[in-house]
C-alpha cells in the first residue's frame, strides 16, 4: 500500500510521519486490496482547543473509503480517523463476501 502524507500549511515532524505510516498500515489487516492511502493533514485557525483535523482517503479496487477527524492532537484523530476506516473495510469485505 503507498501511503502519501500532506501536511496543508505546516510541516509534519519525522515523528508523526512514522506515526501515520504505522496506524494507516495497519488497515491492509482489514482489507487486502487497498492500493493507495491519501492522508492530510490541517491545523485549524485560530489557535483553540480542538484544532487539529485529519482527512485519510483510501482507495481500494471497488471504490473509496473516507474519514475525518478533528481533535487536540493529531495522532487522537489519526487514531479515530483509522477505527472509522477499519469499520468501514469491515463492512465492505462482509458485503463482497455474501455475493
Known sequence: MDIRIQAIHFDASEQLEAFIQKKVSKLGK??????????TLKLIKPESALNKHVGISLKIKNGDCFAEKTSDTFEESI??????????LVKIKEKSRIK
Open 79 to 88: 487514531d479515530e480517523s483509522v477505527a472509522a476506516l477499519e469499520k468501514q
Open 30 to 39: 482489514f482489507y487486502d486490496d487497498i492500493l493507495t492511502a491519501e492522508v
